[in-house]
Structure formats: structure tokens, C-alpha cells
């Protein structure tokens, strides 16, 4: 009922940004906590932030802390990932992901989102 579909990602050199969209269909109402994660190749799938339905709370991984922001805007059905000072580590897999029981406490771990965008790859060169 509920499909993702991502966009944004693509090849940018280190200190770069890119802003990485995730567009809900299928469901008018359907404004569910929104989780961005990353999986580089070799590794497991890891959390990067979460956003409430509303937009006004959100959380993140240390490790993008400062550098990336999670914003909504439930009009257009969309969730973004704006990614700042980009380096090599940061390449991955991007995949959005949503919390359809709507979860009060936010989500960071995969197996708290039942439904997931097809993911778009980030690469970021040195």
C-alpha cells in the first residue's frame, strides 16, 4: 500500500553535498516516522536518522551528527537527507525507510521500519 521511491544520490568529490529525496505513494494520509540508512559494500545495513511524522523531532548517528539533516514536508508526501561535508566514508547505499506503526519512540535499528525504498548509491571520491 505504502511504496518509497528515492532519489538524489550519484558521484560528488569529498566536502561536497548532496540532498537525497524519498517520496511516499499509495497512501494520502500516510505520514509515518521516516528513517534514513546507509549500507557500504562489505558492511551491514546502519542507521543514519530518523524524523517523526511531524518533522519536529529528530535523531541521528554520531557519525553524521553536525553533517547531514532530516527534514519532511508531509504536503509533498517527501522526505529529504541533506548530506554536507560529504567524504569517502559516506559511500553507500542510501535507503529511506518507514516506521507504518508509528512508533512514539523513534527507530534505529532496521528491524523497526516495515517498509523500504529501493535505495540510491552515494559515492563520494577523494
Known amino acids: 500500500q505504502v511504496q518509497l521511491v528515492e532519489s538524489g544520490g550519484g558521484l560528488i568529490q569529498a566536502g561536497g553535498s548532496l540532498r537525497l529525496s524519498c517520496v511516499l505513494s499509495g497512501s494520502t494520509f500516510s505520514r509515518f516516522p521516516m528513517g534514513w540508512f546507509r549500507q557500504a559494500p562489505g558492511k551491514e545495513r546502519e542507521f543514519v536518522g530518523v524524523i517523526n511524522w511531524t518533522g519536529g523531532s529528530t535523531y541521528y548517528a554520531d557519525s553524521v551528527k553536525g553533517r547531514f539533516t532530516i527534514s519532511r514536508d508531509n504536503a509533498k508526501n517527501s522526505v529529504y537527507l541533506q548530506m554536507n561535508s560529504l567524504n569517502p566514508e559516506d559511500t553507500a547505499v542510501y535507503y529511506c525507510?518507514?516506521?507504518?506503526?508509528?512508533?512514539?519512540?523513534?527507530?534505529?535499528?532496521?528491524?523497526?521500519?516495515?517498509?523500504w525504498g529501493q535505495g540510491t548509491q552515494v559515492t563520494v571520491s577523494s
Open positions: 525507510a518507514a516506521d507504518r506503526r508509528r512508533s512514539i519512540v523513534l527507530g534505529t535499528r532496521e528491524y523497526d521500519y516495515d517498509c
